[in-house]
């Protein structure tokens, strides 16, 4: 395929083109978090999951990326996904031409691999008209808003009923405190995740994040006193403040520690100069969900699209799968430890 009168090549990501990939993003208007090349790090050595992070190219120019994860699970099948555990990450092109020949690559990867699916994750829908790939854009939902400089006015922003609960958690004395330790946040975090019935990521995970993002990755606790009630794991791209990792403790509830937390994490973004909160993406119909939306944060469709490789449909890996329900109750009465020794082996294979 031509860019032009230069030819288009296909080719991984090497050590040295890091720079270039991560350029590339940065530039691109639809460029996300989730697109930087760290994530290829962060993923093998933390799931141990094959990637297959493609560049196309023409002229000595990036024209294209694309990142994929293979993900082979005795649970849910194999699955060539971009990007995995992400809310996003589909391909990112300068022009038609080099989309279409990373496209073809990544079908060719797909078949070659014989996984069940090849899956995008998009924000606007892209194949839409090709009737090859089946979209899923009922099932998840990303919330994002724009916040001012102004503390007082952004705290008028949110409606009123969580506007107290912010507040609520001022008179109790909760503050924030940001850590290099993932350890102390994933604590938090598991013990949440647990409660939810949700098999919790591993300490290395979080620690990875931690390591090759840097100063991109903050690690908030929110504290009464000497104790932690409650932490949130959040990513910063550009003008935007993403909190991705979420948690807190059985006193969280009683001092409305995470209406509190999710505040600081704005009002810290905003003394940055970030102003775009993204809350991230939900499964519609959960608590999650409507948490976000008491906030006053309209919900935006997420378009998942799948081109079928050996599968016969498209997968439904999700909690509100009927026939996880029971799977899910049993989880929730797993004793913390037993949880965060098991859930690492099974949220590897969750993407």
Known sequence: MMHGTQPISITPLEPGDHDRWDAFVMAHEAGSFFHLSGWQQVISQAFGHETHYLMAQSGGQVRAVLPLVHIKSALFGDSLVSTAFCVEGGPLWSDPGALAALDAAAVALAEKLAVGHLEYRLITPLHALDDRWESQSDLYVR???????????????????????????IKCGLSGVTTDDPDALHAVYAESVRNLGTPVFSKRYFRLLKQIFGDRCELLLIKQGDETISGVLSFRFRNEILPYYGGGTAKARDLAANDFMYWETLRRAVERGETVFDFGRSKCGTGSYDFKKHWGFEPQPLSYEYRLIRAAAVPSNNPLNPKYRLAIALWQRLPLWAANRIGPYLSRSLG
Do not use: W, Y
């Open 143 to 169: 919330f994002r808003k724009s916040f001012t400089m102004d503390a007082d006015e952004n705290l008028k922003m949110i409606p009123r009923k969580q506007r107290a609960m912010v507040r609520k958690g």
